[in-house]
């Protein structure tokens, strides 16, 4: 049919590489950063996503058109689609599975919680399930997230500290998730790499993370509200550029072994890894302010608050040791430099007109 066609197309590797990459997730802000890259380096990628409408649906649309035009196919469905992902597999053999379709952000879940359950763990389930029967089983290179090291206070954060003790329903389902990847890794023999990633930004980034509605706001002079953690320190993330983001999500799948199941039974020990993806160099958020003001070249108006008790940490800050002598992984783009570039892709992509009624 021409929908086989389109997917066969889109996923068929040049000669120089040996992957064939399932992207999930593939019209999200890290998805499309991470499906461009593969498709640039010459692996086969096919995209799935389900479009769904957490914020600006002009934003994914954009993002598709990017990667329609570097020859990335994204198969609109979800995730929990049982039939759906059971035929890619069929008219695909994919090698990898990236696995970003999420729901992400934090305070969402006080609105919505049944999405966080329904996209991180059913659909993820769902997802391991097509993996383990496929021929041949895919290795699962995949987004976990920072807010796993909830409230413990030892810094930096390292893949052995306690993540016992979420504070937020997306924190609670992304470790959820790490347990049922490690699961599956045990019984089926998937080779499985968890990636927590720490506060991502970058051009075409999503609109309901801190860095982009300041933006928004400071440009419109509209107040923004900075909060304070309630002792009176400042609250500081470990703000990480896309690009270096994407490096690591590379090295990973590059490292990831072949997974050693096979008809749904496992062979021998196929990995199960967890690995910081960060920058190392927590930055408060009054400081990522004062930089939006100098790249904006506007004055925020700011109104501090302590800090509300909605899921947020207080801080976060990698120890990237592991993914550095593993994955080969070396963030290289400071704060400043990166918002620079989210800047200049702000500024152009929300002044042309096609973007302007941007409903977020
Ligand atoms: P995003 O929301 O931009 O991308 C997620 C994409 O998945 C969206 O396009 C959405 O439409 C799609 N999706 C959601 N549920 C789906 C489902 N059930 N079936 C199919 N598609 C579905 O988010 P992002 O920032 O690109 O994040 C990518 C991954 O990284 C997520 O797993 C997220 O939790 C994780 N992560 C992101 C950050 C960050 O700072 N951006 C930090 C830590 C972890």
Redesign the pocket.
Known sequence: SHWERLVSKSARRSSTSGHTVLV??A?????THVSLALKRRGDGVLG?????R?YDPNL?RARRKLLERAGVFVVE????DGPLLKKLFDVVPFTHVMH?????GVRYAMQNPNSYV??NIA?FVNLLEACKSANPQPAIVW?????VYGLNSKVPFSEKDRTDQPASLYAAT?KAGEEIAHSYNHIYGLSITALR????YGPYG?PD?AYFFFTKDILKGKQITVFESPDGGSVARDFTYIDDIVKGCLGALDTAKKSTGSGGKKKSNAQFRVFNLGNTSPVPVSELVAILEKLLKVKAKKKILPMPRNGDVKFTHANISLAYRDLGYRPTIDLETGLKKFVKWYLEFYSSGSNKKGSW
């Open positions: 999930t997730g019209a999200g802000f890290v998805g799935l996503d389900n479009f769904n957490y994914k469905g979800d995730i929990n970003l379709a999420a729901q992400a329904h996209s659909g987004a976990s997230s920072s807010s992304k990633f720490f506060t991502v999503r993370m």
